[in-house]
């Protein structure tokens, strides 16, 4: 069932209570916060909510300052309530909030991961010298190696910097890049929301995921994705 929410300080402003008359003839429930619960628009309502707050804060104890604060959390907590009631949920949130800081955190991972040709991806027989190409190619500063879709493991430019360090005067570029990878790398579900991405990385300290659905390899989501779509 419709009601109407309907907001007066004094209760009795005239632009409030001319929309009394039409709402009561279409059969709209009248909720009002006021400070004036014995007010005209209270005495019109079918629930009042009393805010009754003393407005003595200001010089002249009539401009709404401590009411208005008062107004906005009674506001709130309505919200939250019926959010609660409803089951309102971080889904429902992403889809009638796309924009801003918080729309941008609840979008899937799907929808900012790297895909296709886009994905710097070698085999298990692949080369150092292959894995480099690959990552250098890609621009994400790490390479997958995958056999089939299936993830094998995962490079990074800093394993490189660290495998050179550990080998300055070997010949290693042709070497099995898989033998230095970390093979057992963390992951994200493509249906997880771009938030979970960002903790994760956090937490771990890692600038990359790959992107698994039902233990195949569909992707991988950069911390530049994440800047990009304003996560971060």
């Known amino acids: 069932h419709d009601c109407a929410l309907m907001i007066s300080k004094s209760g009795n402003t005239p632009e409030v209570l001319g929309l009394v008359p039409p709402l009561k003839r279409l059969g709209i429930k009248i909720v009002s916060i006021t400070n004036n619960q014995h007010s005209e628009l209270g005495a019109e309502s079918d629930v009042v909510l009393a805010t009754e707050v003393d407005e003595s804060r200001e010089p002249f104890g009539m401009v709404p300052t401590t009411s208005a604060v008062a107004t906005l959390a009674v506001g709130d907590a309505l919200a939250v309530a019926l959010m609660m009631k409803r089951g309102f949920t971080r889904d429902d949130f992403a889809v009638f909030h796309p ?31 292959d894995g480099i190409v690959a990552m250098s190619t890609g621009r ?6 995958a056999e089939k879709d299936e993830l094998r493991g995962i490079f990074s430019d800093g394993d490189l910097r660290r495998l050179l360090q550990a080998h300055p005067h070997e010949d290693i570029v042709n070497l099995k890049l898989v033998e230095f990878a970390t093979t057992t790398p963390l992951t994200i579900g493509q249906k997880a929301i771009v938030e979970e991405a960002v903790r994760l990385m956090e937490e771990k300290k890692i600038t990359a995921l790959p992107v698994i659905d039902d233990g195949i390899l569909v992707g991988m989501i950069h911390l530049h994705d994440l800047l990009a779509s304003k996560a971060v």
């Open 99 to 129: 924009g801003g800081n918080i729309g941008h955190q609840l979008r899937r991972v799907s929808e900012v991961m790297h895909t296709g040709k886009a994905l710097p991806v070698v085999g298990s027989n692949a080369s150092i010298l």
């Open 140 to 145: 994400l500063g790490h390479v997958i190696i």
